[in-house]
């Protein structure tokens, strides 16, 4: 069964009981109504909760009926219908346990309150219900399609002459596939080279699936107008999909892929060494190669590790031997990021400290793209596409 699919099971068997409380918490609500308006409304919550398991449905009727289920060929729509749900469940559910508790509070604790506003209170909560679905829906639309420009950091580098700059502008996760199709890549590349870099750092994954996205991929990214060029390593679905061909394309439109290499560019009079590291979940670097990789003796006044997962033995590894920057992506930012009270939830934390932005350890600074793609679930929520631009500046 296709990962794709399994990861929808994984996402319903946690949501369920989530769902199960919502449902039962919407009833509850609606309970004290009776005009045919509030009873449409209170089926009709329910059965959009219930609409949501099609997907996995329509999975296992299509997988095993022997049809090609390819991420690329599936019922897309119904796809991001089941994620937006997913999405919307676990925001509701929040919402309504804050109103279990605030229902104690007020009814045992503030009892002569609670008689006064009871009334009240019902239509609260059918207020904020709505508002909840329509909020969910309208935030999975525009985080989507947005695309945000990170305020530069700067790290400070000695020798640098005064009013002297280096502008590395850093991305990651292209994902082409039916979603970001080619007006959404063009956005981005013409984004980046509004920031006009000097070095462009690329940390992998060109496309979801499929190598026939490829191709339009690495001519998007060949579009990028750096004084100093495009530097990328393989991701994890480059890697699957054809890294033979991802390897060719990326060569003919003069990007330099480093598959466990270094390269040494100079600008402006400082030479700076790109060191990348294959770092995949099917092709893990070893501790020989990577101690060889890092280790050269070549000199250099800058050092830059990119690889495409925030290893943090590759974090670890590049500090040790004095890199000043370690860029990554794959997170997507953490692509589904769901606030519960005051804690942000998200797949990527279960991987990796480092999910999104710039970490700062001293004089060594991790910086995390959150891409331009979806992957395997085709929605993003408060985690939108970004640009990063790390600025080496003199040091005072």
Request: aromatic residues 14%.
């Amino acid at each position: 069964m296709p990962y794709f699919l399994k990861l929808s099971f994984i996402a319903t068997a946690m949501v369920l009981p989530l769902a199960v409380f919502v449902w039962w918490r919407i009833w509850a609500i609606f309970r004290p109504f009776s005009s045919k308006k509030y009873i449409y409304l209170k089926k009709g919550l329910g059965y959009l909760l219930l609409s949501f398991l099609a997907y996995p449905l329509y999975g296992v009727i299509w997988h095993y009926g022997g049809m090609d289920i390819s991420y690329n060929n599936q019922e897309l729509w119904l796809s991001v219908y089941f994620w937006f749900g997913m999405v919307l469940i676990t925001q509701l559910f929040w919402c309504l346990l804050l109103f279990v508790i605030i229902h104690l509070i007020l009814r045992f604790g503030m009892a002569d309150f609670y008689q006064r506003i009871k009334s009240r209170l019902v239509y609260i909560r059918v207020g904020v219900v709505v508002f909840v679905v329509l909020f969910v829906g309208v935030k999975s639309v525009i985080d989507f399609s947005k695309i945000v420009v990170e305020e530069a950091v700067e790290v400070e580098i000695a020798g640098l002459a005064d009013n002297e700059e280096i502008r590395i502008v850093h991305i990651s996760d292209i994902q082409a596939d039916e979603l970001t199709n080619e007006e959404k890549m063009l956005r981005y590349i013409n984004l980046v080279n509004d920031q006009n870099p000097d070095i462009v750092i690329f940390s992998g994954d060109l496309i979801t699936e499929g190598v026939e996205y490829i191709p339009i991929a690495t001519e998007m990214l060949g579009k990028i107008q750096s004084a100093h060029g495009v530097f990328s390593v393989f991701g994890d679905h480059d890697i699957w999909t054809g890294s033979q061909l991802a390897s060719y394309e990326l060569e003919e439109e003069g990007i330099s892929l480093l598959d466990n290499q270094n390269e040494i560019i100079e600008i402006k009079g400082f030479k700076i060494r790109v060191s990348g590291i294959t770092e995949a979940y099917s092709r893990r670097v070893s501790s020989q190669t990577l101690d060889t990789v890092l280790s050269d003796s070549t000199y250099a006044d800058v050092k830059i590790l990119m690889s495409h997962q925030p290893s943090e033995r590759l974090a670890a590894s590049a500090k040790g031997y004095g890199y000043d920057l370690f860029l990554a992506g794959h997170t997507h930012g953490g692509q589904i990021v769901l606030p519960f009270f005051f804690y942000d939830v998200n797949p990527a934390n279960m991987e990796t400290k480092y999910v999104a932005g710039s970490y700062q350890e001293e004089s060594f600074l991790v910086n995390v793209n959150s891409g331009l793609g979806s992957s395997l679930a085709p929605i993003r929520y408060n985690a939108p596409a970004s640009i990063s631009t790390i600025l080496l500046v003199p040091s005072e």
